[in-house]
């Protein structure tokens, strides 16, 4: 049994008092409802690990660590100065991507409170590091994958120290996924080649379901190397490894040139070259190569599109993710009590929250969720975490709403009611609604979301009603659902 709760103010003599005003299309002002799951994709470019040592110019910017600083609306790659500005105002101008550098002098860090911390981002890009990582850097990467994270690496062939500091771009890789604190047990199903191929066009295997050979930004068919090297998969290790682009002559587990493979949560590439991701122009003194735009590949279309995949835009491209699923999907209703009639299990929720009081009405059963209604300032929640498989191209959240006031505006939202995602450090990753007491209305009406973005990923759902310090609102949630398939 639940304990007692508070009473609360229902909608009584102050809405009769205005001749029921609050009924029909006056409620509707507002309808609350969002189109979307947020589409806004974090992307974190690293520049603190020698990424300009030599003729390198791997930046999307200049301004670091917030490009915009440079031009806050690019249409051209010279708008933004960097040989991987191309890649970065590609993003920008789509307005679904928010991009950030982390600048020289920075370290990697995860739960952290710096704005450059990675538990403000979807994706990390490494782009040819240049300096060992240290150990806590290693641990946040690590971590950052697991919690659900993308992480995209390029290496150069081997003997490209730009710095030399007696390391280069392959022994720094290798050396992340072997010698690190949270799994050096070849967590992600590869390993780096020590190899320097000086000319080829690695070509895409044929897989038309493939996100990242057939995504939003293009088709995928060949790809360059201009002195690059490959990687060895290991499936036997993980058996999400996956390669999309191989080195003429080889296929399978050996010679591939550019790999997709998950990790806990978390999705991860691998690009054997960075000079496909070079747009030829950048700061001045580089000597530059236009892979990008190089007509006999389609490198664009590949450095985008497993950008959309890393940020969790896309279905499965390696069979993994979601926590190590196998990148399958079978259809399901993923939410646990989903409908509160076990009272106060597998949500977690404020005192009371989880009811079957007879205050409110269930939708159903006799258990529901109310948040707020006390007519006094009040913030109410009520959260689930879930994993959402990556193999799962429909996730859909649903959830019926009730919401009744005793507030009198029409145009006014004192009370309010957010429906967000976050990520396991609680870091908010989108608001899918924001609902008040503008949208009381008589009954319940069924929310729907599309949560297809977030496949691959454990993100918590959370409900947040908060309700100012004179009339009560009431949020009234029950028959919840998150349906994949």
Request: with cysteine.
């Amino acid at each position: 049994m639940l304990g007692s709760r508070r009473s609360r103010r229902r909608l009584t003599t102050a809405l009769a008092g205005f001749g029921l005003l609050l009924t029909g299309a006056a409620v509707q002002v507002g309808s609350g409802t969002a189109a979307h799951a947020a589409t806004t994709h974090r992307v974190l470019f690293d520049n603190a690990h020698a990424e300009t040592a030599g003729n390198a110019d791997w930046i999307i910017s200049t301004s670091q660590p917030d490009p915009l600083g440079q031009n806050s609306s690019p249409s051209a790659e010279t708008d933004w100065t960097g040989a991987l500005s191309s890649w970065g105002v590609a993003l920008q101008k789509t307005g679904d991507y928010s991009l950030k550098t982390l600048p020289s002098g920075s370290s990697l860090s995860y739960g952290g409170s710096s704005s450059t911390d990675l538990s403000n981002f979807d994706t990390l890009v490494l782009p040819e590091p240049n300096t060992l990582f240290t150990s806590a850097e290693k641990t946040a990467i690590m971590n950052f994958v697991k919690n659900g994270g993308g992480l995209f690496m390029i290496s150069d062939h081997t003997g490209s120290d730009r710095n030399n500091d007696g390391y280069d771009s392959v022994q720094i890789l290798n050396d992340l996924m072997t010698n690190n604190s949270v799994d050096s047990t070849d967590p992600f199903g590869f390993s780096i080649d020590s190899l320097n191929i000086s000319s080829d066009h690695p070509a895409a295997i044929s897989d038309s379901t493939d996100p990242v050979l057939h995504g939003s930004f293009g088709t995928v068919t060949k790809s360059l190397i201009a002195n690059g090297t490959t990687a060895t998969l290991k499936p036997a290790d993980n058996s999400s490894v996956k390669g999309l682009l191989y080195r003429t002559g080889y296929s399978g587990n050996t010679g591939a040139f550019f790999l997709t493979s998950t990790f806990g949560s978390g999705r991860v590439a691998y690009w054997g070259d960075s000079s496909p991701i070079d747009d030829g122009t950048g700061q001045s003194g580089n000597t530059l190569y236009d892979g990008w735009n190089d007509s006999s590949a389609t490198n664009a279309a590949l450095a985008l599109n497993a950008t959309a995949w890393l940020a969790g835009s896309g279905t499965s491209s390696g069979g993994g993710g979601g926590g190590g699923g196998t990148g399958t999907c079978t259809a399901a209703q993923l939410l646990g009590n989903n409908g509160f009639e076990s009272g106060n299990s597998t949500w977690s929720a404020s005192s009371g929250v989880i009811t079957n009081s007879s205050g409110e009405a269930a939708r159903s059963g006799s258990y529901y969720a109310w948040l707020d209604g006390y007519g006094t300032a009040t913030t109410d929640t009520l959260s689930q975490s879930v994993t959402i498989p990556s193999g799962c191209s429909t996730a859909t959240l649903s959830f019926y709403l009730h919401v009744d006031t005793a507030e009198t505006s029409t145009s006014t939202a004192y009370d309010t009611l957010k429906v967000q995602v976050l990520n396991s450090s609680g870091t908010v990753l989108g608001t899918l609604a924001t609902y008040s007491n503008l949208n009381a209305a008589s009954g319940y009406t069924q929310r729907s979301f599309n949560l297809s973005s977030y496949a691959g990923q454990t993100v918590t759902l959370k409900f947040t009603g908060t309700e100012g310090s004179q009339y009560q609102t009431s949020f009234v949630v029950d028959d919840t659902a998150l349906n994949v398939s």
